[in-house]
């Protein structure tokens, strides 16, 4: 039951970095920018059902024009014990041609438990991904990439997989969101949802989020971000 919470309390938005939903976009934060993200996750149902509440705070700041480093912890409430985990990560553009709308980049993250329940072992990540920009279909954006986890454990599930998104302007202030990351871990998850843009660096994104799993694995997820 402990490692299903896990799977369940930090597979969105579990790394500190940029974001389509829960897989990584080829965007990087401005040089000497901050973009802090506050965020709710929540299976509505009774403990006893696999309900929980999740509570995460995000930090991203641009090193450069091409880095970014970020740190996100989120607490986690589900009844019975209380995981609590730090993530710390590092992403870098590879390259970017604004002439193709074609961008890449790679990222690694550190997963550190901050106390008994959330385990004992520190499990790094390492991806990298690669964009394409539609002009001619309102802004589409599709990315695709490749994730290995590594110290996981035998309990972890897939080691590795890929992942999938897109990003479409709707409106002016909408866009819809979806991606997927294979394989039956922590990170085997599909979600689509919709990204409103408050004011110029403010947003709101609402999604839903199913588990490679199973059913039980299903829950919502809400994030505000602001950039300054």
């Known amino acids: 039951m402990r490692i299903m919470i896990l799977i369940l309390a930090f597979a969105a938005a579990a790394s500190a970095q940029l974001t389509v939903l829960n897989t990584s976009s080829t965007d990087t934060q401005p040089a000497q920018m901050f973009y802090i993200e506050a965020d709710l996750l929540v299976k509505p149902t009774s403990y006893a059902t696999g309900g929980f509440q999740s509570y995460g705070y995000r930090a991203v700041y641009g090193l450069d024009k091409k880095t970014e480093v970020g740190i996100n912890v989120f607490y986690t409430r589900n009844g019975t014990t209380s995981p609590i985990e730090a993530n710390f990560a590092v992403k870098r553009q590879l390259f970017t041609s604004e002439k193709h709308g074609i961008a890449s980049t790679a990222g690694l993250t550190a997963f550190v438990p901050l106390n008994r329940s959330a385990g004992s072992r520190t499990m790094t990540v ?29 309990d972890f599930g897939a080691k590795g997989g890929v992942t999938l998104a897109f990003e479409q302007p709707l409106f002016k202030r909408v866009n819809v969101l979806g991606d997927w990351s294979s ?36 829950f919502l997820s809400i ?3 602001n950039s300054f």
Do not use: C, E, H, P
């Open 126 to 154: 390492g991806y990298v991904n690669i964009s394409k920009t539609f002009d001619k279909l309102r802004g589409l954006r599709l990315t695709a990439g490749a994730y290995r986890a590594f110290n996981t454990g035998s």
């Open 223 to 225: 994030y505000y971000s």
């Open 183 to 218: 394989g039956k871990n922590r990170f085997g998850y599909a979600a689509a949802g919709l990204s409103f843009a408050l004011t110029k660096r403010q947003n709101l994104t609402a999604a839903y989020n199913w588990g490679n799993s199973g059913a039980g694995n299903n």
